[in-house]
């Protein structure tokens, strides 16, 4: 007997994590102190480079930027979890599902973009110091900016309304704890093909192309440190990409892990583990590695808690 179609399916159930009662206050515990790490830590970024004016600079202009989508990347999912296990409910509506689904597609597109952008700017910064003010000027880096978005926004609406067209069965549960899109189009009753075809195409132009350019970047921006006779030279043009490459590599291998296991092994427990590393873990580590490793952030932050300690007994 085939399963029912129904297109005009009111919800789904995000089955996420162990349904052991007594883990229910320690995962909501945990993601909680998470999620407030998360959002406190990049808005203490993007607070050190809005009021400091030595970081107005075309660097720490794409890691604010950076920080909001990190904030925005986990406030799409993590919200809606913890408030389903506050509520004792795994259920998410048709409507929720999908506007949860574009977001997420939007903002993780968008961080693939960001950090693209951000290696070309430590590839101007170190293989072309002389031109890097003049070709890297506030006009150019508020276009990289909006490109990012409008292509990212375009994505996630041509894959929002390709899902739209699908119909589903009743009694659909997500192996998540949020929606995610391979999971709905898997769990479609009607033909995917145009869906998985799709996925497939801008899987490997959106994640392999921006990879491509950031891996061209660091290969020119090696063999430039190379070529710098000094080891103090070679350490400081390095340092500038440190934290950058730190992010990528997180950033990359955990949505690797996501994908394989979405689309090739179906482990539902290393699935879900990926998949917190990948929406939660990482942009909760960024705030961590811009700030420890960069001296200009930890003076900026020190400036504005100074000024605030100030600002205290004159109020």
Known sequence: MEPRNDTHISEFLLLGFSEDPELQPLIFDLFLSMY????????????????????HTPMYFFIGNLSFVDICF???????????NQMQSKVISYGGCVTQMYF??????????????????????????????VIMNPQLCGLLVLLCWIISALHALLESLLVLRLSFCTNVEITQFFCELNQLVQHACSDTFINDVVLCFFAMLLGGGPLGGIICSYSRILSSIHAISSTQGKYKAFSTCASHLTVVSLFYF???????????????????????????????????????RNKDIKEALRRLYRRELIKGPLS
């Open 36 to 55: 407030l790490i998360t959002v406190l830590g990049n808005l203490l970024i993007i607070l050190a480079i809005t009021s400091d004016s030595h970081l």
């Open 254 to 292: 955990t949505s690797i892990g996501v994908y394989i296991n979405s689309t090739v092994m179906h482990n539902v427990h290393s699935g879900t583990v990926a998949s917190v590393l990948y929406t939660v873990v990482t942009p909760m580590l960024n705030p961590f590695i811009y700030s420890l």
């Open 74 to 84: 986990t406030s799409t999912t993590v919200p809606k979890m913890l408030l389903n």
């Open 104 to 133: 997420f597609v939007l903002l993780g597109g968008l961080e693939d973009f960001l950090l693209t952008v951000m290696a070309y700017d430590r590839f101007m910064a170190i293989c072309h110091p002389l031109h890097y003010t």
